[in-house]
């Protein structure tokens, strides 16, 4: 079965001796999968090395400029990648076989993406539609805001998926660009918008695709997206989490093509101009070593024997203690349930419950309900229980008029409007409302929430325009 499968972007420069190099710098870097006796010439491209149950191939398609390479273990697991010079990418896949455990598709992930972070950190691979190569964080300025765009509408190709994460209502990432770029090397760019200018500018050119006040996107390239609310998750790490599990059931599902396998290529392969060539003597750099009794092979099969069984007691272990874990995330959630439910009847008048919506200025949703409450007590009908119980809140909690003198502000402020000035600019600013010129008119986004806008004329003719555009906006917004 496919576990995971990823395209990145090549550079020009890019020539098939690094690719051999860097593949088997990988193996040999792995302690569980190296093979030993791997020794080549310059300008080999076609070879095979065996040791065991485990090969490491190369093979070469000259036609279409494809080199690839396969590492295989038999009856378990296999992974390849496969260098397009003509049409700048490369594409490293794993895959398992039905029968294999749990523990070798979680083996292959971290082999496929450790391929990738040495093909990153190689230099190799390039940048895509304006976005610096994979492994760093991307600041995205109001001046350079359009590269953010060009991903979220999907306006120019890219291989690999796109983070962006916002800033929230105190000014910081939603998540810590470090901890997370070092979490997405080799599955995805990552973007981080700098300014609120830049998140208003991308609602205003994006609409509800963008990410904003705190939301992380995702963006892959077949045009579908993901947005994830910061605020509905627990912590930091359970945002970086979730955008690590989305990215990767996304790769799980992408399938190389026919010229992105190694067995499609070395069926394609010119063999008779470059010999297979099977190495076991001796590895570049290394000593020959002298044959081993087998008294000594014995030994050290006994040692790899014990090593293998103290990893499975770990594992085992480690599943026991995610399995704890589990349960008492569970217990913990229900225990969070039960107790919101008591609080919403015990017996404690005027206390409410926090919804999802935040304050726009101090004090707004507070004023919203006593209004609330207010009007619904003039309509409660004289001496009824309803209209005792509403003027007994009003009673506890006082008057707030923050909503009111909002809304007189604005009223004062449009009265006689005729011409958008900067003076009216500055007060709309100071209110919370993002300004940007469309024409003949504005378009005045309340507290860069898509949801809330208004339309004013950048100069208008009508004497009485300027009241009616003051009772829209109090409608909509206080």
């Given at each position: 079965?496919?576990?995971?499968?990823i395209?990145?972007?090549?550079?020009?420069e890019?020539?098939?001796?690094?690719?051999?190099?860097?593949?088997?710098?990988w193996?040999?870097e792995?302690?569980?999968?190296?093979?030993?006796?791997?020794a080549?010439?310059?300008?080999?491209?076609?070879?095979?090395?065996?040791?065991?149950?485990?090969s490491?191939?190369?093979?070469?398609f000259?036609k279409?400029?494809?080199?690839?390479m396969?590492?295989?273990i038999?009856d378990?697991?296999?992974?390849?990648?496969?260098?397009?010079r003509?049409?700048?990418?490369?594409?490293?896949?794993?895959?398992?076989?039905?029968?294999?455990?749990?523990?070798?598709a979680?083996?292959?992930?971290?082999?496929?993406?450790?391929?990738?972070k040495?093909?990153?950190?190689?230099?190799?691979?390039?940048?895509e539609?304006?976005?610096?190569?994979?492994?760093?964080a991307?600041?995205?300025?109001?001046?350079?805001?359009?590269?953010?765009?060009?991903?979220?509408?999907?306006?120019?190709?890219?291989?690999?998926?796109?983070?962006?994460?916002?800033?929230?209502?105190?000014?910081?990432?939603?998540?810590?660009?470090?901890?997370?770029?070092?979490?997405?090397?080799?599955?995805?760019?990552?973007?981080?918008?700098?300014?609120?200018?830049?998140?208003t500018?991308?609602?205003?050119?994006?609409?509800?695709?963008?990410?904003y006040?705190?939301?992380?996107g995702?963006?892959?390239?077949?045009?579908?997206?993901?947005i994830?609310?910061?605020?509905?998750?627990?912590?930091?790490?359970?945002?970086?989490?979730?955008?690590?599990?989305?990215?990767?059931?996304?790769?799980?599902?992408?399938?190389?093509?026919?010229?992105?396998?190694?067995?499609?290529?070395?069926?394609?392969?010119?063999?008779?101009?470059?010999?297979?060539?099977?190495?076991?003597s001796?590895?570049?750099?290394?000593?020959?070593?002298?044959?081993?009794?087998?008294?000594?092979?014995?030994?050290?099969?006994?040692?790899?024997?014990?090593?293998?069984?103290?990893?499975?007691?770990?594992?085992?272990?480690?599943?026991?203690?995610?399995?704890?874990?589990?349960?008492?995330?569970?217990?913990?959630?229900?225990?969070?349930?039960d107790?919101?439910?008591?609080?919403?009847?015990?017996n404690?008048?005027?206390?409410?419950?926090?919804?999802?919506?935040?304050?726009?200025?101090?004090?707004?949703?507070?004023?919203?309900?006593i209004?609330a409450?207010?009007?619904?007590?003039?309509?409660?009908?004289?001496?009824?229980?309803?209209?005792?119980?509403?003027?007994?809140?009003?009673?506890a909690?006082?008057?707030?008029?923050?909503?009111?003198?909002?809304?007189?502000?604005?009223k004062?402020?449009?009265?006689?409007?005729?011409?958008?000035?900067?003076p009216?600019?500055?007060?709309?600013?100071?209110?919370?409302?993002s300004?940007?010129?469309?024409?003949?008119?504005?378009?005045?986004?309340?507290?860069?929430?898509?949801r809330?806008?208004?339309?004013?004329?950048?100069?208008?003719?009508?004497?009485?325009?300027?009241?009616n555009?003051?009772?829209?906006?109090?409608?909509?917004?206080?």
């Amino acid at each position: 079965m496919q576990v995971l499968c990823i395209r990145m972007p090549l550079i020009k420069e890019a020539d098939k001796e690094t690719f051999v190099e860097l593949c088997i710098r990988w193996n040999q870097e792995n302690a569980w999968q190296r093979i030993e006796g791997i020794a080549r010439e310059k300008g080999q491209y076609s070879l095979a090395f065996h040791e065991g149950p485990r090969s490491l191939m190369f093979a070469e398609f000259a036609k279409y400029d494809l080199l690839s390479m396969k590492y295989e273990i038999a009856d378990s697991r296999r992974i390849e990648a496969v260098m397009n010079r003509e049409r700048q990418f490369i594409t490293i896949s794993a895959s398992v076989s039905e029968s294999a455990p749990e523990s070798d598709a979680i083996s292959a992930v971290n082999t496929v993406m450790a391929l990738a972070k040495l093909f990153i950190r190689s230099g190799i691979t390039d940048s895509e539609s304006g976005i610096a190569s994979p492994g760093e964080a991307v600041s995205v300025n109001a001046s350079d805001y359009t590269k953010a765009v060009n991903v979220i509408l999907n306006r120019q190709p890219f291989l690999m998926p796109a983070v962006i994460v916002s800033r929230t209502s105190f000014g910081r990432p939603a998540v810590p660009p470090k901890k997370i770029a070092a979490r997405l090397i080799g599955l995805a760019h990552l973007l981080v918008l700098e300014e609120d200018r830049a998140s208003t500018l991308l609602v205003s050119d994006c609409g509800t695709l963008a990410p904003y006040g705190g939301r992380v996107g995702i963006y892959y390239p077949d045009g579908k997206n993901s947005i994830l609310h910061s605020e509905n998750f627990e912590s930091e790490k359970n945002v970086i989490q979730e955008v690590l599990s989305q990215l990767q059931t996304w790769l799980k599902n992408q399938k190389p093509g026919m010229l992105e396998q190694y067995d499609s290529i070395s069926n394609h392969s010119d063999k008779g101009a470059r010999q297979i060539v099977t190495v076991s003597s001796s590895r570049a750099g290394y000593e020959q070593k002298p044959l081993q009794p087998k008294a000594v092979h014995k030994d050290a099969l006994a040692e790899l024997q014990k090593q293998m069984e103290e990893m499975q007691k770990k594992l085992a272990q480690a599943q026991k203690k995610q399995t704890e874990l589990e349960e008492d995330s569970s217990r913990l959630k229900q225990q969070n349930h039960d107790l919101k439910q008591q609080l919403l009847h015990m017996n404690m008048p005027g206390v409410l419950i926090q919804g999802d919506e935040s304050d726009y200025y101090p004090g707004e949703i507070r004023s919203l309900a006593i209004e609330a409450l207010a009007g619904a007590c003039v309509n409660a009908a004289e001496g009824s229980r309803r209209r005792d119980v509403y003027q007994d809140l009003i009673k506890a909690n006082g008057s707030d008029t923050a909503c009111a003198q909002h809304a007189a502000r604005i009223k004062n402020l449009m009265k006689g409007y005729s011409v958008m000035t900067s003076p009216i600019k500055s007060v709309l600013e100071a209110e919370g409302y993002s300004i940007r010129e469309e024409g003949k008119h504005c378009k005045l986004l309340w507290h860069n929430d898509p949801r809330y806008y208004a339309i004013v004329p950048k100069s208008g003719s009508d004497v009485r325009g300027g009241d009616n555009i003051a009772r829209e906006m109090i409608r909509k917004f206080y």
